[in-house]
């Protein structure tokens, strides 16, 4: 018996009321903003805030609270979804700032090297073919340009969406038969990636993992609301050991071979590849 067919999820913010939750995904912005910033050597105190300057597409921005953040930290953004309820909210709130548009992530309406930065915030383990959803984004990214990810992985201990132990760990159909044990739902949407699966989707770009800098200062990349205060004291070596249990990484991809421009940190920023 073969798999079922996977379909979009086109109105997830209805299905997710995390998604609606402004206080959060303003802190998630706050994270990806600060991690970006270093990246780029941008300063929070430059000029028109630390993206000025820059053109930045939040891809699967649903109702557009990150999108939002990168417009006032002065991008120029657009967020792009398939979420058209979610779109609603988002132009209600925040046309006037932001350009939102209904698109796929693996058909992005932008042209060849025309982006400076693009947000894709715990989204690849939602979409249909998260392979072509990273091509169009290296596609549309401008030489110098960066990518940001938060990204879960297979092997974390508890599955986010559904709060389930090593849901993401199981095959297809025990993951569902888990999920209606639970009385969770009928069917396991979201299809996780191994760290090593991972590396080979984002192998074209130049990717440096912000995760160790993160919980190392989580005060100077806004990761205060996930990240308790007594693991910034951990040594650097504990950290790192403790990093296969983490269960989102941070990650920014280079479109080209670049190095952090950020002033030091405690804990660096790790190389990936």
């Not at 930290?73 to 979610?86: F, N, R």
């Not at 072509?132 to 401008?142: G, K, Q, T, Y």
């Not at 983490?246 to 590849?273: C, S």
């Amino acid at each position: 018996m073969s798999e079922r067919p996977r379909e979009e999820q086109l109105a997830y913010s209805e299905l997710m009321d995390k998604m609606l939750d402004e206080q959060g995904r303003r802190q998630k912005a706050a994270k990806l903003i600060s991690v970006i910033s270093h990246g780029l050597g941008r300063l929070a105190s430059d000029d028109g805030g630390p993206l000025a300057g820059l053109r930045a597409v939040d891809v699967g921005c649903s109702a557009g609270f990150i999108a939002d953040e990168l417009a006032l930290a002065g991008a120029t953004t657009t967020g792009v979804d398939i979420d058209e309820p979610g779109l609603a909210k988002a132009r209600a709130r925040f046309g006037e700032r932001v350009d939102f548009r209904l698109a796929r992530g693996e058909d992005l309406p932008f042209e060849d090297g025309s982006v400076d930065v693009v947000v894709l915030n715990h989204i690849y383990e939602h979409v249909v073919d998260p392979v072509a959803v990273v091509a169009d984004i290296h596609r549309v990214l401008a030489p110098g340009g960066v990518l940001y990810l938060g990204i879960g992985h297979r092997w974390q201990v508890i599955e986010p969406h559904h709060r389930l132990p090593f849901l993401s760990w199981l095959p297809q159909r025990a993951a569902d038969r888990y999920m209606r044990l639970t009385r969770k739902g009928d069917h396991y949407y979201e299809h996780y990636s191994t760290p090593a699966g991972l590396r080979r989707m984002f192998a074209a770009f130049d990717v440096w993992d912000y995760t160790l800098p993160v919980l190392a200062d989580p005060a100077a990349f806004a990761g205060g609301d996930v990240v308790p205060a007594w693991v910034g004291r951990l040594p650097e070596k504990a950290l790192a050991a403790a990093l296969p249990l983490v269960p989102t990484y941070v990650w920014l991809a280079f479109k080209e071979p670049a190095r952090p421009a950020g002033p030091p940190l405690r804990v660096a920023p790790r190389h990936v590849g």
